[in-house]
């Protein structure tokens, strides 16, 4: 069983940067998916960015040129730096895992929260601007 669990959240002011950390425990018995997601006041929890077993790394459009994934297998660290953040960027950040699956694209579409298999208890980030 895998478990995760996410820090680094916290209040920022806008043009900011955060970084966001989840340390695994457990095992995965195959490759995996790594992803963060968030999810802002009254919208529906949506992918952030992601990372496979093969360190390919996929990003949100609303992110990209802002933020960077890293996996430290090593350590079991998820990473995720995010700058120049606005205060649509707040909200609440949950790191997951999908195992048995590659990170595609697909995995940021609408609805893709529900092929994760394990799932942080999620971190606050707030941007004031």
């Known amino acids: 069983q895998v478990q995760l669990v996410e820090s680094g959240g916290g209040s920022v002011q806008a043009g900011g940067s955060l970084s966001l950390s989840c340390a695994r425990s457990g095992e995965f018995k195959t490759y995996y998916c790594l992803a963060w997601f968030r999810q802002s006041p009254g919208k529906d929890r949506e992918t952030v960015a992601a990372?496979?077993?093969?360190?390919?790394?996929y990003y949100a459009d609303f992110v990209k040129g802002r933020a960077s994934i890293s996996n430290d297998k090593t350590k079991k660290t998820l990473t995720l730096q995010l700058s120049n953040l606005k205060p649509e960027d707040t909200g609440r950040y949950y790191c997951?895992?999908?195992?048995?699956?590659?990170?595609?694209?697909?995995?940021?579409?609408?609805?893709?929260?529900?092929?994760?298999?394990?799932w942080g208890q999620g971190v606050l980030v707030t941007v004031s601007s």
């Open positions: 990372v496979d077993t093969d360190d390919e790394k």
């Open positions: 997951a895992a999908d195992e048995g699956e590659y990170c595609y694209n697909w995995h940021f579409d609408r609805g893709a929260e529900s092929e994760f298999d394990y």
